[in-house]
């Protein structure tokens, strides 16, 4: 495939990061000889400028039902959410008896705040074990991927929804014409999409490069969305940018014409075009300050190993995937990765098999120093790890620039 997936025009590569394991696929030692490698590669289309990979595995090789992924491990997320559905109660839902469909509902950190004050729901969940988190919950969800033959089910049971949701779940779906067809019809005239992705803007500022991994499919801005949208005979209406997983970008999309725009939709697209975000050099830059990235990160952990340090992971997320295998981190650099997450406690991590430990096992002894693999979510956990600092323990990020932070 070297077309871009929306609008067809030829794509223009502009990193590899060979050969990569999945980002979720944490795995057991006897899995080793069969785990699973594909060519991880981005590119950008000059016509509508979005940002894609040219490879994905297979839906059912990353949303299973062990997936790794659990939305509520994070109390700052979990708050982020509530605020999230105030916001749409407030703005967008009338006041009698409205229904809200939400895609990639994941454990339901955000559908729970809709039941709980009685919103009639429904949750599109297609990775088995989180969903039937969401299902204990009470929460109404089906086990299914979302896309337009769905939509059109959802709407003969149920009636179309005053507003779809979707966070983090609308860039990691190749098949995006399939699933805005599905929006549309789902809809009501005057119903809203209200999705949220990290932004394409925020990843270039921060050489955020750990966010490319197999499961973001998009790297979305303001332009390249709209463009998708109004393909649909849907709108862009509004734009808010959110301090979560790195920088990230909320739209609120209409049917055309139905709602008044905000004036923020264009400034960005004016703002996107004064940052390069239309033009080829500018993910030539990107590449290279990835790779100065790698060259001192690396530094860095040679440097520690040579001085004797211990040095730990702090958190196992997906984008350690993409930093470790591409970086080329091992277990004599990384003793063992801190994660809080049962499911991926006790397993190795994607490619370079470093052990997963529990968190207890972080401060039971605590390192010399925590690489922040986890650095999204930094607000939270640095005011949270005084006992580390208080005990000499230093934090390694990368983003936006590899040091040590005292
Ligand atoms: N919304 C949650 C979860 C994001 S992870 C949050 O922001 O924390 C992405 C989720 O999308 C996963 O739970 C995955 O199983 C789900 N997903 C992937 N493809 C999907 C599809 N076609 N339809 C609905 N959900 C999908
Ligand atoms: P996250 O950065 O949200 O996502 P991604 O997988 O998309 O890169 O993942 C956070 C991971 O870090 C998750 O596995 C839980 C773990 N974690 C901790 O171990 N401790 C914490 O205090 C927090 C906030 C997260």
Redesign the pocket.
């Known amino acids: 495939m070297s077309k871009c997936r929306i609008c067809q025009v030829e794509y223009v590569p502009f990193l590899s990061f060979g050969k990569m394991p999945l980002?979720?696929g944490f795995l057991a030692s006897d899995q080793f000889r069969n785990e699973y490698f594909f060519e991880l590669v981005v590119a950008f289309c000059p016509s509508c400028c979005m940002v894609q990979l040219s490879e994905q595995p297979s839906r059912e090789r990353m949303f299973t039902p062990h997936y790794?992924?659990?939305?509520s491990?994070?109390?700052?997320?979990a708050t982020h959410f509530e605020k999230f559905s105030h916001q749409v109660i407030a703005d967008y839902l009338p006041p009698h008896d409205p229904f809200v469909v939400e895609i990639g509902c994941n454990d339901g950190i955000l559908l729970e705040q809709f039941a709980q004050v009685g919103i009639r729901h429904l949750g599109i969940e297609p990775s088995a074990n989180v969903a039937q988190v969401a299902v204990n919950k009470g929460l109404r969800a089906l086990q299914r991927y979302f896309d337009e033959d769905l939509a059109r089910e959802i709407v003969a049971e149920y009636g179309q929804a005053d507003a779809v949701l979707g966070a983090?779940v609308l860039c990691h779906i190749p098949y995006l014409h399939s699933v805005v067809a599905g929006i549309k019809m789902l809809l009501k005239p005057g119903g809203v999409l209200v999705f949220e992705d990290p932004y394409l803007g925020d990843i270039l500022d921060k050489t955020a490069y750990?966010?490319i991994?197999d499961?973001h499919a998009f790297y979305f801005s303001v332009t390249s969305v709209r463009y998708l949208f109004q393909r649909h005979g849907l709108e862009v209406v509004d734009v808010m940018p959110q301090n979560v997983?790195g920088g990230s970008m909320r739209y609120v999309v209409t049917h055309e014409g139905a709602r008044k725009g905000s004036a923020a939709v264009m400034a960005h697209c004016e703002r996107e075009k004064a940052l390069g975000l239309e033009q080829p050099e500018t993910f030539e830059g990107f590449r290279r300050r990835t790779e100065r990235s790698r060259e001192e990160l690396m530094a860095l952990l040679f440097k520690l190993k040579r001085l004797g340090k211990r040095v730990v992971g702090?958190?196992?997320?997906?984008?350690?995937t993409t930093v470790i295998n591409y970086c080329g981190i091992t277990r004599d650099l990384v003793e063992f990765i801190?994660?809080?997450?049962p499911i991926?406690q006790g397993k190795f991590s994607p490619g370079a098999h470093i052990p997963v430990r529990p968190?207890t096992e972080f401060t039971a002894n605590y390192p010399d120093h925590a690489l922040l693999?986890?650095?999204?979510?930094a607000r939270?956990?640095i005011p949270?790890e005084r006992g580390f600092q208080a005990a000499g323990g230093k934090w390694i990020v990368y983003v936006p620039k590899v040091q040590i932070l005292i």
């Open positions: 980002a979720n790794a992924y659990f939305s491990t994070s109390t700052s997320m983090n750990d966010q991994y499961e997983h702090y958190g196992a997320t997906s984008k350690s801190s994660d809080t997450t991926k968190y693999f986890a650095w999204n979510h939270e956990i949270k």
